[in-house]
């Protein structure tokens, strides 16, 4: 049984890491755990490094947190080039692994209000009326008319940061 310390109370990026781990580790082989750490970047990170950043300020805040965990996860979403993407950081005691998830475009509407200083989340809780946006499909299920959803695009980046931790060739 794997202890995965997860750096989110998210339901969408809890839902994400939960069916990757047990989609590479097996079914019921991981217990997850949420811990509530801070980023050390701003609510609404721009740009590549600082997202990637926030996720790896998280990931080591959470070890403090659980130093005996087993493995330690972010999830880190931003803006860059006009879009919303999202960083995953995994680590265990001895690997580190990090994706990069899929981007989208934003509505130049939507990029003003996140320019001048609003996160994205309550800017399309304001749009469309959905509470807590970022905790359900988030923008990604709006503007995709609900075939793609935040967990679904981070499942694919969880997966891929956890690359390292299943194949032999990285160790």
Request: proline share 5%.
């Amino acid at each position: 049984m794997h202890n995965v310390v997860v750096a989110t109370t998210n339901p969408a990026k809890i839902q994400a890491i939960l069916q990757a781990f047990n989609e590479i580790f097996g079914e019921s082989m991981c217990h997850m755990e949420s811990a509530v750490v801070d980023s050390g970047v701003p609510e609404q990170p721009f740009g590549s490094e600082e997202t990637r950043r926030g996720a790896r300020n998280r990931v080591s805040n959470a070890r403090q947190q659980h130093p005996d965990a087993d493995f330690w996860v972010a999830i880190e979403a931003g803006i860059d080039e006009d879009s919303t993407f999202s960083w995953v950081v995994i680590e265990s005691r001895t690997l580190r692994g990090e994706a990069r998830s899929a981007t989208l475009p934003l509505p130049a509407v939507i990029l003003e209000k996140v320019r001048a200083g609003a996160a994205l989340g309550p800017v399309m809780s304001h749009y469309t009326g959905i509470d807590e946006i970022g905790r359900k499909e988030g923008a990604i299920g709006v503007f995709t008319a609900g075939k793609l959803t935040r967990s679904s695009v981070y499942h694919q980046a969880v997966i891929l940061a956890l690359s390292p931790f299943h194949n032999a060739v990285y160790r």
